[in-house]
């Protein structure tokens, strides 16, 4: 054999080797992206009955001064441990800000002032209808989430916190909602990786990079609920719902995990705690 023949077939065993490890690389990446549809979950580990377990209703009284009346309005929510005391919901279901009144002309929405409640408190409610005070150990009222802890100890089954700089439209979701009807599961896909306003020309105003669209549809009484989405074969919380859009039948939007707990992790760092829900 020639010599220049025996480089070709070096330079061509060199690439192919090089194709085959390039294509192993690929495969295991694409592997490793949330996946789109459900085909992979392991029906014998029964992952979506368990983590269904972690999530709880949640119910918020505030009392508060109106004139001479002290009414006392309530909020219920969902909420997700992420281990035995702490849990993961929505600011606005543990923070009451206003409430409807029925009027002769309609509802009207009236706004209670923080110096005006007399009493704001939370509780876990279980199944037996036995109830479970609980702190708001930190929240954020723009990005809408709050870090709850409970008096006492809650059942907690261990998952995955995702990373939500991975997700993609097309991504496989699971919603665990509204506890008005028994808990229920609805999948979906994800819809958008942002929020979007238009302005009064049409132009783009704002866009909310914390927020992504979900096409589970999204109900009244799903505020603080888990969105779990699939990588691997296993479910990651991807977020939790803050809103839906009725106009678009059901369409809900979460909060991105990576927002949340990036500020959660900073908070518990500053205070001192070594964070356990690292993404």
Known sequence: MKKSSVISVAIILFFAVLLSGCSSLMRKASFHQYENSPIH??????????????VFRIQTSVKFQLGELTPTVSAIGLATSLDQYHL?????VVKIKSFQMITSLGPIELQIPDDQKLEEETFIILDDGSRIKSQVVYSDEEKDFALLRAEKKIYHFSFAIGNSDDFKVGNFVFLFGNFQTGLNV???YVTQLNFV?????????SINESLFGVSAVTVEGDSGAPIFLLRDGRLELGGVVTFLVPQARGLGFGIKINSIMA?????????????????
């Open 263 to 279: 500020q959660i992790n900073r908070y518990l760092k500053e205070k001192g705690n070594l964070s356990k829900w690292e993404y």
């Open 186 to 188: 609805r999948t979906g």
């Open 88 to 92: 993961l919901t929505t600011r606005h």
């Open 197 to 205: 306003r238009y302005g009064a020309k049409g132009e783009v105003s």
């Open 41 to 54: 979950i392991d029906p014998k580990k029964k992952e979506i009955d368990l983590i269904s377990s972690d």
